[in-house]
């Protein structure tokens, strides 16, 4: 069995405050960040991806693209119904909603591939504060693809690296700035 990871470290780049590199243990992976970068304070819609540690909660896929992840995390299909809400005055603010949903909601089951392997990352979530961020990520990168609107993208090989060595308790911990 793999040797599970207390924390993956991300950095961003001083050239391109849009992609970092992201540590897993001993190995470095390029990751892509917000279009705004990383920021201390997160609020909704700024496009930046949120500076601190967090807890990796629960790992989402698509089993008509990708089978299970082997990962310790807890992990669940996507379905057509699934969304996330980022309505800053809805009660489910920052949670898994089902579509359609009322309130502003992302959906889960995009026709891209980004979420076709998704890692919730726990920020403004306990407790949750409205209008400080939600739905941030781990997700796929697109081949060619741009900036997240504040998650962190890696492609799918990397993912699934990071999903077999993270640990229920692993965190990510994300640098405002390039050392």
Same mark, same amino acid.
């Given at each position: 069995?793999?040797?599970?990871?207390?924390?993956?470290?991300?950095? =961003?780049?001083?050239?391109? *405050?849009?992609?970092?590199?992201?540590?897993?243990?001993?190995? +470095?992976?390029?990751?892509?960040?917000?279009?705004?970068?990383?920021?201390? !304070?997160?609020? $909704?819609?700024?496009?930046?991806?949120?500076?601190?540690?967090? *807890?990796?909660?629960?790992?989402?896929?698509?089993?008509?693209?990708?089978?299970? =992840?082997?990962?310790?995390?807890?992990? +669940? !299909?996507?379905? $057509?119904?699934?969304?996330?809400?980022?309505? *800053?005055?809805?009660?489910?603010?920052?949670?898994?909603?089902?579509?359609?949903?009322?309130?502003?909601?992302?959906?889960?089951?995009?026709?891209?591939?980004?979420?076709?392997?998704?890692?919730?990352?726990?920020?403004?979530?306990?407790?949750?504060?409205?209008?400080?961020?939600?739905?941030?990520?781990?997700?796929? +990168? $697109?081949?060619?693809?741009? =900036? +997240?609107?504040?998650?962190?993208?890696?492609?799918?090989?990397?993912?699934?690296?990071?999903?077999?060595?993270?640990?229920?308790?692993?965190?990510?911990?994300?640098?405002?700035?390039? =050392?």
């Amino acid at each position: 069995m793999t040797n599970l990871i207390d924390k993956l470290v991300v950095i =961003p780049s001083e050239k391109n *405050p849009q992609r970092g590199q992201l540590q897993i243990g001993e190995r +470095t992976v390029s990751c892509m960040l917000g279009r705004s970068g990383v920021c201390v !304070t997160k609020f $909704e819609g700024d496009g930046a991806t949120p500076a601190g540690s967090f *807890p990796l909660r629960q790992v989402f896929y698509r089993a008509d693209r990708v089978n299970r =992840p082997e990962s310790a995390l807890a992990t +669940t !299909t996507i379905s $057509e119904s699934d969304g996330w809400c980022d309505d *800053p005055n809805d009660r489910c603010y920052n949670r898994a909603v089902k579509m359609p949903y009322a309130a502003s909601a992302e959906k889960m089951w995009r026709e891209d591939h980004r979420y076709d392997v998704v890692v919730v990352i726990g920020h403004n979530d306990n407790p949750v504060v409205p209008g400080a961020g939600s739905a941030i990520f781990l997700h796929l +990168t $697109e081949e060619g693809g741009g =900036p +997240t609107a504040g998650c962190i993208a890696v492609s799918l090989p990397d993912m699934l690296e990071i999903l077999k060595v993270a640990a229920p308790h692993s965190v990510v911990e994300i640098r405002a700035e390039a =050392p």
